[in-house]
């Protein structure tokens, strides 16, 4: 019986199974956000691909813009490192212009 490695996380994690979009240059792939935390987030990218850097997690129920970090990337799953969020509704500051686009196409 294999045990499982201890949570090193300083924030409780909740689970949430909200419908996203992660956002990066070239970059625009269906997830599931899976639990998230005051400090992050855990996805599920509907394929495999290997993030890395900085990415724009869109949560499409909340019509947010959350700024991460990739901690971590294994298989279909990463987690991510939440550095700041914004509202798409509305205006938005430049740099989340094509989270925005992403956002309304999705339905948003």
């Known amino acids: 019986m294999t045990q499982q490695p201890p949570d090193r996380r300083f924030e409780p994690r909740h689970p949430a199974n909200a419908r996203g979009v992660v956002v990066a240059p070239g970059l625009e792939l269906p997830c599931v956000i899976v639990d998230q935390s005051a400090g992050g987030l855990r996805v599920r990218l509907d ?3 290997a ?3 900085s990415v724009i997690v869109i ?3 909340r019509g947010m813009a959350i700024e ?3 901690a971590w990337s294994k298989g279909l799953e990463a987690g991510l490192k939440q550095s700041g969020q914004t ?3 509305g205006l938005v500051p430049s740099r989340f212009a094509a989270a925005r686009e992403a ?3 999705a339905g948003g």
Request: proline share 0%; hydrophobic share 50%.
């Open 47 to 49: 394929r495999g691909f």
């Open 51 to 53: 993030l890395a850097g």
């Open 59 to 61: 949560d499409l129920v």
């Open 68 to 70: 991460c970090q990739v």
């Open 87 to 89: 509202s798409l509704r």
């Open 103 to 105: 956002f309304l196409r």
